[in-house]
């Protein structure tokens, strides 16, 4: 070690001392038995090792969650065994899970069978409920507001080297024909009531102030449950048959050099806040812009309704590897897809329900009721929003990277406790906003995958959802158990994740008390938390290089959302947030004083919450 850890109090902390590591590259014990072999041939695929051997742990070769959870689908696919997640945290190597894949052949607990089947082309093809639920929010709160949210996910990454204009055409399109989503569109629904018929009207219904909670509720159990809005006409999506974009190109080398990136950047921006046309369509957009003879951007914005963040990796992935085959001239036509989007939507519909749903509802529902139904986290630095700001916040964002140093002490810990980055960050997020707010139950907003079957890995679709993630922080107890507790919930998370968050919010809110209810949930303060890992660089072709740009969207919603990346060169914290409702200074204190609580939990991860310490040293 280069030093000895302290304790906040500058004395020995004989508790942070880490275990002992076995020597890298030593210690490999091969696999005995035909499970452990498939297992490490597994393991080797999704971690991209060349050999893992059988006490090998997963985690400290680099897993996380989301490998887990691609691992564990795998298990699912070759052996016809369903294992939840936490078994690879309890059992971390693989002579450890082989014994409990073993354990459930015996048992006769194979995988029930319930596949994700092909339907034959031509057939309509079902919305899925994050994309019901999507169209059905927009169609009410555009009855409410003048703007509505813009609902976009996107990436953008730089091109360096000579490009191919005609390869890069041919690629975004390659990867269109591959996946039906990309050519959805959203035709307006046809019914007995219109948006255009009934706005005046229920503009009215909302300036009476005692009809405005009944109109609220009213409006989710709709929203909820969408066979109610038949005789609106329900949503619905038409998958064109072909679909060609040409990549536009701005051209910004008339500008100073100086200028030019800067300038591409808020075009970028400007983009991704740009509506897409739901009935006509594209709903996706891709932009290159134009720095240098041999140095462009490349915008790639996809509305959420047919994307997430991990469909954005994969567009990028088979963006590169078409591209590379094409100016190679090795190209040839990639097998079809197993299943498409539409797939995965019927047979949500067709899965989600009766037991099957009342297990995710009784799951989540007591963990709702501890924070309530609307989890209200109101920083006290934050100011109350202007009446007109629903939906048209102006944001920025603040960042801070933490050193190397303290980002390897995390992982560190990490590995001692069990955990993942992601399950110590979101502690210790909680850990404090129980020192700003006081509160003993604590509700974060944040993303779940999603990709619990292996067909949906390399699909381009909207299968993440977000779900609230509740701690209980009663009697100040130690981060360490924090910690542990954290685990049980992002576990139990993951093991109740399918169901989506509207279906859920749907089966709740009708039991709960209208009196409590907000009069916008867009006004609601929340907290958002993700972690994310660094874009790995796509397949370089003939001399192009492609590497991600980090580009953030400016619109901000009613709380602050945190997104931790683990970078080559430390972890940086970014925190996005309204002008209208926070100011700058108390922000970067924020993230000082997260920085500063990170230390003092490395330093002694058993010290109690109000222990630790959360203003830098003189």
């Given at each position: 070690?280069?030093?000895l850890p302290?304790?906040?109090?500058?004395?020995?902390?004989?508790?942070?001392?880490?275990?002992p590591?076995?020597?890298?590259?030593?210690?490999?014990?091969a696999?005995?038995?035909?499970?452990e072999?498939?297992?490490?041939?597994?393991?080797?695929?999704?971690?991209?090792?060349?050999?893992?051997?059988?006490?090998?742990d997963?985690?400290?070769?680099?897993?996380?969650?989301?490998?887990?959870m691609?691992?564990?689908?795998?298990?699912?696919?070759?052996?016809?065994?369903?294992?939840p997640?936490?078994?690879?945290?309890e059992?971390?190597?693989?002579?450890?899970?082989?014994?409990?894949?073993?354990?459930?052949?015996?048992?006769?607990?194979?995988?029930?069978?319930?596949?994700?089947?092909?339907v034959?082309p031509?057939?309509?093809?079902?919305l899925?409920?994050?994309?019901?639920?999507c169209?059905l929010?927009?169609?009410?709160e555009?009855?409410?507001?003048?703007?509505?949210?813009?609902?976009?996910?996107?990436t953008?990454c730089?091109?360096?080297?000579?490009?191919?204009?005609?390869a890069?055409?041919?690629?975004?399109?390659?990867i269109?024909?591959?996946?039906?989503?990309?050519r959805?569109?959203?035709p307006p629904a046809?019914?007995?009531?219109?948006?255009?018929?009934?706005?005046?009207?229920?503009?009215?219904?909302?300036s009476?102030?005692?009809?405005?909670?009944a109109v609220?509720?009213?409006?989710?159990?709709?929203?909820?449950?969408?066979?109610?809005m038949?005789?609106?006409?329900?949503?619905?999506?038409?998958?064109l048959?072909?679909?060609t974009?040409?990549?536009?190109?701005v051209?910004?080398?008339?500008?100073?050099?100086?200028?030019?990136e800067?300038?591409?950047?808020r075009?970028m921006?400007q983009g991704?806040?740009?509506?897409f046309?739901?009935g006509?369509g594209?709903?996706?957009r891709v932009?290159?812009?134009?720095?240098?003879?041999?140095?462009?951007?490349?915008?790639?914005?996809?509305?959420?309704?047919?994307?997430d963040?991990?469909?954005?990796?994969?567009?990028?992935?088979?963006?590169?590897?078409?591209y590379?085959a094409?100016?190679?001239?090795?190209?040839a036509t990639p097998?079809?897809?197993?299943i498409?989007?539409?797939?995965?939507?019927r047979?949500?519909?067709g899965?989600?329900?009766?037991?099957?749903?009342?297990?995710?509802v009784?799951y989540?529902?007591?963990?709702?009721?501890?924070?309530g139904l609307?989890?209200?986290?109101?920083?006290p630095?934050?100011?109350?929003?202007?009446?007109?700001?629903?939906?048209?916040?102006k944001g920025?964002?603040?960042?801070?990277t933490?050193a190397p140093?303290?980002?390897?002490?995390?992982?560190?810990?990490?590995?001692?406790?069990?955990?993942?980055?992601?399950?110590?960050?979101?502690?210790a997020?909680?850990?404090?906003?129980?020192?700003?707010?006081?509160?003993?139950?604590?509700?974060v907003f944040?993303?779940v995958?999603?990709r619990?079957?292996?067909?949906?890995?390399d699909?381009?679709?909207?299968?993440?959802?977000?779900?609230?993630?509740?701690?209980?922080?009663s009697?100040?107890?130690?981060?360490?158990?924090?910690?542990?507790?954290?685990?049980e919930?992002?576990?139990?998370?993951?093991?109740h994740?399918?169901?989506?968050f509207?279906?859920?919010?749907?089966?709740?809110?009708?039991?709960?008390?209208?009196?409590?209810?907000?009069s916008?949930i867009?006004?609601?303060?929340?907290?958002?938390?993700?972690l994310?890992?660094q874009?790995?660089?796509?397949?370089?072709?003939?001399?192009?290089?492609?590497?991600p740009?980090?580009?953030?969207?400016?619109?901000?919603?009613?709380?602050v959302?945190?997104?931790?990346?683990?970078?080559?060169?430390?972890?940086?914290?970014?925190?996005?947030?309204?002008?209208?409702?926070?100011?700058?200074?108390?922000?970067?204190?924020?993230?000082s004083e997260?920085?500063?609580?990170?230390?003092?939990?490395v330093a002694?991860?058993e010290?109690?919450?109000t222990?630790?310490?959360?203003?830098?040293k003189?």
């Open positions: 070690l280069g030093a302290l304790t906040p109090n500058g004395k020995l902390n004989r508790r942070a001392l880490p275990e590591e076995r020597p890298s590259g030593g210690g490999y014990v696999p005995r038995t035909p499970t072999e498939v297992l490490a041939g597994l393991w080797a695929e999704v971690l991209g090792a060349e050999r893992v051997g059988v006490e090998d997963f985690f400290a070769l680099g897993g996380h969650s989301l490998l887990g691609r691992m564990m689908a795998g298990v699912r696919e070759t052996l016809q065994v369903d294992l997640l936490r078994r690879l945290f059992s971390p190597t693989v002579a450890g899970l082989a014994a409990h894949v073993e354990n459930e052949i015996r048992a006769g607990q194979g995988l029930p069978s319930h596949p994700i089947r092909r034959p031509g057939e309509p093809s079902p899925s409920m994050e994309q019901e639920s169209l929010r927009e169609w009410t555009g009855l409410n507001l003048k703007q509505t949210k813009l609902s976009h996910t996107y953008a730089r091109l360096t080297g000579p490009l191919d204009l005609a890069l055409n041919r690629a975004v399109n390659e269109i024909r591959r996946h039906d989503v990309l959805s569109v959203f046809k019914g007995l009531l219109t948006q255009k018929s009934l706005y005046p009207v229920y503009r009215k219904f909302l009476m102030k005692r009809l405005h909670r609220y509720r009213a409006g989710n159990l709709i929203y909820a449950k969408s066979e109610r038949k005789f609106l006409g329900r949503p619905k999506q038409v998958i048959p072909s679909l974009l040409t990549v536009p190109v051209d910004l080398r008339g500008l100073a050099r100086p200028e030019r800067p300038e591409g950047l075009l921006n991704v806040q740009t509506p046309d739901y006509s594209p709903m996706l932009t290159l812009f134009r720095l240098d003879e041999e140095e462009h951007l490349l915008s790639i914005v996809l509305h959420h309704i047919i994307s963040a991990w469909s954005l990796q994969v567009f990028v992935r088979e963006l590169g590897q078409y590379q094409i100016v190679d001239g090795t190209f097998p079809e897809l197993p498409q989007y539409g797939d995965f939507a047979w949500q519909r899965w989600l329900q009766g037991e099957v749903l009342q297990k995710m009784s989540w529902r007591p963990r709702i009721a501890k924070v609307f989890p209200e986290l109101k920083l630095f934050a100011r109350s929003a202007p009446a007109d700001a629903a939906y048209r916040r920025t964002v603040q960042s801070i933490l140093d303290l980002h390897d002490s995390l992982n560190r810990l990490n590995r001692q406790r069990s955990v993942t980055m992601y399950m110590l960050m979101l502690a997020l909680n850990a404090l906003l129980h020192r700003y707010t006081g509160r003993k139950h604590i509700g944040s993303p995958a999603n619990c079957r292996p067909e949906t890995h699909l381009i679709g909207w299968f993440a959802h977000e779900h609230v993630l509740t701690t209980d922080l009697d100040d107890p130690r981060f360490s158990t924090l910690l542990e507790q954290v685990k919930v992002v576990l139990g998370a993951y093991a994740q399918e169901i989506p509207p279906l859920l919010f749907g089966a709740l809110i009708q039991h709960h008390k209208s009196s409590e209810m907000p916008s867009s006004e609601v303060p929340y907290v958002f938390f993700d994310r890992a874009p790995r660089k796509a397949p370089q072709s003939s001399g192009l290089r492609m590497s740009v980090e580009n953030v969207n400016n619109a901000a919603g009613a709380g959302e945190i997104v931790a990346v683990e970078r080559a060169d430390g972890l940086k914290l970014n925190v996005k947030y309204s002008t209208d409702r926070f100011d700058a200074a108390d922000i970067r204190q924020m993230l997260f920085k500063t609580l990170l230390e003092g939990i002694d991860p010290a109690r919450l222990e630790l310490p959360l203003a830098a003189a």
